[in-house]
């Protein structure tokens, strides 16, 4: 089982470079969060607040973040079936995200990506997105920690979404990292 985690602040090309890997190889597909709350459906599973609450009482919450005033969650179910039919591509924008869609799933092999572009071209993709809500996009932006612990850095302003998407892919496939063994200990 293989997966990519794409991170990054918002407007750094994630949706982007989702798309030019999966024209590319129909396998990698995007892994859609779940949802609630007001805002973009393009993307995302919506559902509804009892829904994520009976996800939490089962143990099955991999990952849940609240921005724009809405709830997003990774669930290990889905995550699973996803890395079973193919390649996901997890969209994360906080370190911890990370750590936690890893840990979940040990067993799967992660590359994981961390996508950036400068703040003025964030902000200029941000405007020409006309979600009218800028400045809570470049706060998240201000608030994404850089990743150190990556396999790639790709800064987005410097090469399309198709050269990011083959560079992800050759990595991908010619990945002979074995996967994280799970500790006996733990």
């Known amino acids: 089982m293989r997966g990519v985690i794409l991170y990054g602040p918002p407007a ?4 982007t470079v989702t798309t030019a890997l999966h024209e590319l190889d129909a ?9 609630v709350g007001p805002g973009r459906t393009t993307g995302y599973r919506i559902t509804d607040a009892a829904t994520l609450d009976q996800l939490h009482q089962r143990g099955e919450v991999v990952w ?10 990774v669930d290990r179910p889905s ?7 193919g390649v996901p591509v997890v969209h994360l924008g906080q370190r911890a995200a990370v ?19 400068p703040r003025d071209v964030a902000e200029q993709r941000i ?7 800028t400045a809570a996009r470049l706060r ?19 090469m399309s979404p198709r050269t990011a998407a083959e560079v992800i892919h050759r990595h991908v496939l010619d990945d002979t990292r ?5 500790s006996d200990a733990g």
Not at 12 to 15: I, L, R
Not at 64 to 73: I, K, L, M, S, T
């Open 12 to 15: 750094a090309g994630k949706d």
């Open 27 to 35: 396998r990698f597909t995007l892994y859609q969060r779940m949802k």
């Open 64 to 73: 849940e973040n609240h921005r724009y005033g809405a709830r997003y969650v």
């Open 79 to 85: 995550l699973v079936e996803q890395l079973s039919a």
């Open 99 to 117: 750590a936690a869609v890893t840990a979940a799933v040990s067993d799967a092999r992660w590359l994981v990506v961390y996508l950036w572009c």
């Open 127 to 133: 405007i020409s997105r006309h979600t009218g809500d």
């Open 140 to 158: 998240a932006w201000d608030d994404t920690e850089p990743l150190a612990e990556r396999d790639l850095f790709l800064n987005t302003a410097e």
């Open 178 to 182: 074995p996967a994280i063994a799970k």
